[in-house]
């Protein structure tokens, strides 16, 4: 008997020690797990901040191309062709009196 309790006493440093170092593995994988969590944290609040002026950008673009459009529609008609004729060359209608400033 006086045997199991020598035992039994030898045991309890070793696993002592034993927990001892699990519990420091788990706390360490803990305070890694959270540095890693704050920095997905921050580069999630990147990309987001990324995602919404892309999506401004988007839209102006977007605007844009419609703007692109209109004009290329009155590009296509003879109100332009008249503009351009008027403005550039200086043509009219025959009865049509044009008068231009003097410098």
Known sequence: MARRRTAMNARKP?????MMLISL???????TLKINCARL??????LVSRQNY?????????QRTEE???????TQTLKYVEDIAKERLGLG???????????
């Open 93 to 103: 209608y025959p009865d049509e009196i044009i008068f231009e400033a003097q410098d």
């Open 68 to 74: 692109i459009e209109a004009y290329r529609q009155y």
């Open 41 to 46: 944290e921050e580069k999630k609040a990147s």
């Open 14 to 18: 070793q696993n002592l020690l034993s």
């Open 25 to 31: 593995i788990v706390i360490m994988l803990i305070v």
């Open 54 to 62: 892309l999506t401004e950008q988007i839209k102006k673009e977007e």
